[in-house]
T-cell receptor, first 114, second 115 residues
Framework: EAQVTQNPRYLITVTGKKLTVTCSQN?????MSWYRQDPGLGLRQIYY???????DKGDVPEGYKVSRKEKRNFPLILESPSPNQTSLYFC?????????????FGPGTRLTVL | AQSVTQLDSHVSVSEGTPVLLRCNYS??????LFWYVQHPNKGLQLLLK??????LVKGINGFEAEFKKSETSFHLTKPSAHMSDAAEYFC?????????????FGTGTKLQVIP
């Protein structure tokens, strides 16, 4: 089954404790992206990757890191999480011409930073 | 620069009546436009997309949207609402700028369907 998977689905952590949210897709997509969703703000793009080893900042990159060492994986790293990073996070992927093609979204990761 | 404005944060309709969810956009480039739906506690699913072909786009579950360049609008409609349509809807604009894709989401419209 074609899908985007994220782990963990739920995470409660404390300020300053490094964490990684994994994202994997099995559709051989070139384009992958991370979003955060906050009430009243919709989804805001954190980082995206056009292909392996090619990443760029989205609209809200501060406090986040990403890497794209393999085509299928695009982990999101919070080196020192803070309470303002409490949010619902979505990973998405699409084919190279992402502007024309839909993005496939993962199920989301709900993160709480205390 | 680009932006998306969803004009209503909440819309309430009675079951069986028409649905209209409004979206306006601005973009310096020719955009692709999408509508996604998010049911409670679920991920996002594509409803329909506009990619410079026909201006009237039909999607899943009876939804359609019309691209009006002169009005910079891409409103979502459905002739008759069903209870299962209750969800949050996002309008999205996507452009290629300097070889990189730029995706911008609207802030969402929550649709309530009253029995």
């Amino acid at each position: 089954e074609a899908q985007v998977t994220q782990n963990p689905r739920y995470l409660i952590t404390v300020t300053g404790k490094k964490l990684t949210v994994t994202c994997s897709q099995n559709m051989n997509h070139e384009y992958m992206s991370w979003y955060r969703q906050d009430p009243g703000l919709g989804l805001r793009q954190i980082y995206y990757s056009m292909n392996v080893e090619v990443t760029d900042k989205g609209d809200v990159p501060e406090g986040y890191k990403v890497s794209r060492k393999e085509k299928r994986n695009f982990p999101l790293i919070l080196e020192s999480p803070s309470p303002n990073q409490t949010s619902l996070y979505f990973c998405a992927s699409s084919t190279r011409q992402g502007i024309y093609n839909e993005q496939f979204f993962g199920p989301g990761t709900r993160l709480t930073v205390l | 620069a680009q932006s998306v404005t969803q004009l209503d944060s909440h819309v309430s309709v009675s079951e069986g009546t028409p649905v209209l969810l409004r979206c306006n956009y601005s973009s310096s480039y020719s955009p692709s436009l999408f509508w996604y739906v998010q049911h409670p506690n679920k991920g996002l699913q594509l409803l329909l997309k506009y990619t410079s072909a026909a201006t009237l786009v039909k999607g899943i579950n009876g939804f359609e949207a019309e691209f009006k360049k002169s009005e910079t609008s891409f409103h979502l409609t459905k002739p008759s609402a069903h209870m299962s349509d209750a969800a949050e809807y996002f309008c999205v604009v996507s452009v290629l700028s300097g070889g990189y894709q730029k995706v911008t989401f609207g802030t969402g419209t929550k649709l309530q369907v009253i029995p």
